[in-house]
């Protein structure tokens, strides 16, 4: 629990406010109280002072934790991209089509359109340890069902149940990483925690298919339940909330509720994540079966795809990093989104050089995710956090959803995967124009207030 020790409203004195919803803070207004205070958060028109001694102890603490979060959404990725590198061998095992395949990665998704919202108002009832626990049990319990099923039904029913426990956890780790770094390089932190998935698929793209040839596609699902099961183990015993943070206990149906009131931004913002990860998951789904009908073998397949994810992982913490020291967070995510767009147009029209084209594409996705993180714990305030999150959560689930099954049926459709790498180009497209929106209706609200 923390000590609040002094509470103090809103004025002029202390708060500067730039437009539309973010506060910008002078810490010189503080010292009349004393230089053993420090401000940790606000909301609700109130600020809150805690002393430096707890606030030192946090600052301590914070690198540790990230790890801890670090380790559950690398678990995440794993579990996501242990399908994508060996979608042909899923293909021939179950004779599907490319539009079945799809509904792999699609499944995956599902839930997190419908219970994302839930599971946000749930951590910020119950706090992120908890909520974290459920989800890791219940990934582990949907990867278990993949691996040992004989059906392709039973597969989606172990994909799906994996997703369940998979929209609680894309929820509570950036959540719990905004409220351990609130204006301390949260940029940074946040440019470090979206290094995990770019890791998590870099090592399913490379490993699964080595793991594959040797004792079949089954295994690539037994090696991320090992993962998600450790992770389960650290996260249990070492992750607690930091102590400037009380989770609110407030009702679930009010929470819900709110769910209008937090504003227009957080909402595009989520869109333009949720088009981003439409594009991308539908590139690591068929990017795999893409280069083996030009002739790649399996492993070097899966090495080019890989690429992809080279820039973000390497690029990402300093892309956090330079939005912590200039800002301009919609302009990296909407420049990303136009150089995505670009590449992966060319990719259907060259015969050869992918590998060079795909670190290019990677080097663009890597504007996005950090910015967009970050971005959104800017436009909600502190007290619904895991309300901001289970929003950009339910748009993020959508495009995963929506994008494979859409490019999956366009090549079933066409025969070839021009028109599909395209319309991944579209998506990527989108995700700029709704940052476009989001600058364009916060001038507009700063000329009118």
């Known amino acids: 629990m923390p000590l609040r020790l002094l509470q103090i409203p809103f004025s002029p004195d202390i708060v500067n406010r730039s437009c539309p919803d973010i506060l910008a803070v002078d810490d ?42 670090y380790l559950c959404m690398l678990s995440y990725a794993v579990t996501l991209q242990s399908i994508p590198p060996v979608m042909s061998l899923v293909i021939a095992r179950f004779h599907l089509s490319h539009h079945e395949a799809g509904l792999l990665m699609s499944m995956f998704s599902l839930p997190g359109i419908f219970l994302s919202l839930p599971s946000g108002v749930l951590s910020d009832r119950y706090g992120a340890k908890p909520v974290g626990v459920a989800a890791l049990i219940l990934t582990i319990a949907g990867t278990f069902l993949v691996a040992t099923g004989q059906s392709f039904p039973m597969a989606l029913a172990g994909r799906t149940t994996a997703g369940v426990g998979a929209v609680a956890l894309v929820i509570i780790a950036p959540k719990a990483i905004a409220q351990w770094f609130a204006g301390r390089e949260l940029g940074v932190a946040m440019g470090i925690f979206n290094t ?38 650290i996260f249990s015993t070492l992750y607690r909330n930091p102590m400037t943070v009380t989770e609110e206990k407030t009702k679930i149906g009010r929470s819900v509720g709110k769910v209008g009131q937090v504003g227009l931004p957080i909402r595009l913002v989520g869109a333009s994540w949720g088009f981003f990860n439409a594009s991308v998951m539908s590139f690591f789904t068929f990017a795999p079966d893409f280069l083996l009908s030009k002739g790649l073998v399996l492993g070097k397949a ?121 319309l991944m180009a579209f998506f990527a497209f989108l995700g700029t124009a709704s940052m476009a929106v989001m600058r364009a209706t916060r001038r507009q609200i700063c000329h009118t207030s």
């Open 28 to 69: 010189e207004a503080f010292m009349g109280y004393g230089r053993k205070y420090s401000l940790v958060q606000n909301g609700g028109g109130t600020l809150w002072l805690v002393t430096k001694e707890s606030d030192g102890r946090d600052a301590r603490s914070r690198w540790g934790i990230l790890v801890v979060i």
């Open 196 to 233: 995990a998935m770019p890791l998590g698929t870099i090592s399913m793209l490379n490993t699964a298919p080595v793991l594959s040839a040797l004792w079949g596609w089954r295994t690539s699902v037994w090696a991320s339940l090992a993962f998600v099961v450790a992770a389960l183990v």
């Open 302 to 422: 899966g090495f080019d795809t890989s690429l992809v994810m080279i820039g973000s992982m390497l690029f990402s913490p300093v892309i956090g990093y330079l939005t912590d020291r200039v800002g301009y967070k919609a302009a990296f995510i909407g420049a990303g989104g136009v150089g995505m767009a670009a590449l992966l147009l060319l990719v259907p029209l060259i015969g050869h050089g992918f590998a060079i084209l795909f670190v290019g594409i990677g080097l663009t996705a890597a504007l996005i995710p950090a910015p967009v993180y970050s971005l959104a714990a800017d436009v909600v305030s502190r007290d619904r956090l895991g309300l901001g999150y289970g929003i950009l959560s339910t748009l993020n689930n959508v495009g995963m959803f929506v994008g494979p099954q859409i490019v999956g049926l366009t090549r079933d459709i066409t025969g070839a995967y021009t028109a599909s790498f395209w």
